[in-house]
C-alpha cells in the first residue's frame, strides 16, 4: 500500500460483552488499531473492549448501527487513518481475513470493499440465505448499472470503507438500513463496490446475539431500496460521476 494509506479496524458494539474482547484481540494481531464504538451498551462491552486493546468511544444512549458507523468514520478521519475496517462485534466474522481485504485494498484504494460469505455452512440461517437474496435483487434493481457484473453481499457488515469518500455520501438510514443505503450511494458517486470472499462463522441458534428485528429492520430495509429505486427510476439524472475525481487522494 502506499505509504499515505493508514488503515484502522471499527467495530460498531452494542452489548457484546461475551465477543468483544476476542473480535478486538485477534485484530489488533493483525497490526492494526482498533476504535470500538459502544453504541449504549449496559453490559460493560466498552470497558472489555478497552482491556482487550480498543480504543472506546461511547453513545451515551443507543443510535443504531449506523449511527456508531458514521461516529467511527468521523474518529478515524480525525486521527488521520484512510480508510476503516469494519467488523462486527459477534464474533462472525473472523479477523484473520483482514489481510485478503489489505491486499484488495492495494489494488483499488478508492473502492468500498465487501465481505463476500459463504452461505453454504451448516449452521447458516434460513432466513439469513433469504435475507441476502432479497436484498441482492434490490441492489441490483437500485444500482445495477453502477456496479456491474459484481454482486457483493449486500447483508455482510465486514467492509473497507474508504475515508476520503464515504463520509461525504448523502446518507439517511441510522440503523441496519444503513449499510445497504452506503453502497447504493456509493455505486451511483462512482465509487467501485468490489467483493472480497471471506469465511464466516454462525453459531448454533441459542449462542447467537444479534440485534437484528427481522420485522422492523427489514422493514426499513425494503423501505430504503423502494425509495433510491423510485429515485432510479423517476430521477435518472441525480448520481452524479464527479466525486472520485474532485477528491481522490493523490498516492
Known amino acids: 500500500m502506499a505509504p499515505s494509506t493508514r488503515v484502522c479496524v471499527l467495530v ?3 452489548n457484546n460483552a461475551s465477543t468483544i474482547a476476542a473480535v478486538v484481540t485477534d485484530s489488533v494481531a493483525q497490526g492494526l488499531p482498533v476504535i470500538v464504538i459502544d453504541d449504549g451498551s449496559t453490559d460493560g462491552t466498552g470497558e472489555t473492549a478497552r482491556t482487550a486493546g480498543a480504543n472506546v468511544v461511547t453513545h451515551e444512549v443507543n443510535r443504531g448501527k449506523g449511527q456508531a458507523l458514521q461516529t467511527g468514520w468521523q474518529t478515524a478521519v480525525d486521527r488521520g487513518f484512510t480508510h476503516a475496517i469494519a467488523i462486527d462485534a459477534d464474533g462472525q466474522h473472523h479477523p484473520s481475513d483482514i489481510p485478503a481485504f489489505l491486499a484488495r485494498l ?3 484504494p478508492d473502492a468500498l470493499l ?6 453454504d455452512g451448516d449452521h447458516v440461517p434460513r432466513s439469513s440465505r433469504i ?5 441482492d435483487f434490490m441492489l441490483w434493481a437500485a444500482a445495477s ?3 456491474g457484473r459484481e454482486r457483493p453481499d449486500t447483508q455482510c457488515g465486514f467492509r473497507v470503507y474508504p475515508l476520503a469518500h464515504v463520509p461525504k455520501l448523502p446518507l439517511r438510514g441510522v440503523r441496519y438500513e444503513f449499510e445497504m443505503e452506503v453502497l447504493v450511494r456509493a455505486a451511483w458517486l462512482g465509487i467501485p463496490v468490489l467483493g472480497v470472499p471471506i469465511s464466516v462463522h454462525y453459531p448454533p441458534h441459542d449462542e447467537r446475539v444479534s ?3 427481522k420485522w422492523r429492520d427489514n422493514g426499513r ?5 423502494t425509495r433510491l429505486m423510485l429515485m432510479r427510476l423517476f430521477w435518472p439524472v441525480f448520481r452524479p460521476r464527479a ?6 487522494p493523490r498516492h
Open 145 to 147: 448499472k453502477e456496479i
Open 106 to 108: 492495494e489494488q483499488a
Open 211 to 213: 440485534h437484528f428485528h
Open 114 to 119: 465487501v465481505g463476500d460469505r459463504p452461505m
Open 221 to 225: 430495509i425494503v423501505g430504503v431500496y
Open 243 to 248: 466525486l472520485l475525481v474532485e477528491s481522490s
Open 12 to 14: 460498531p458494539s452494542l
Open 131 to 135: 435475507g441476502r437474496a432479497i436484498s
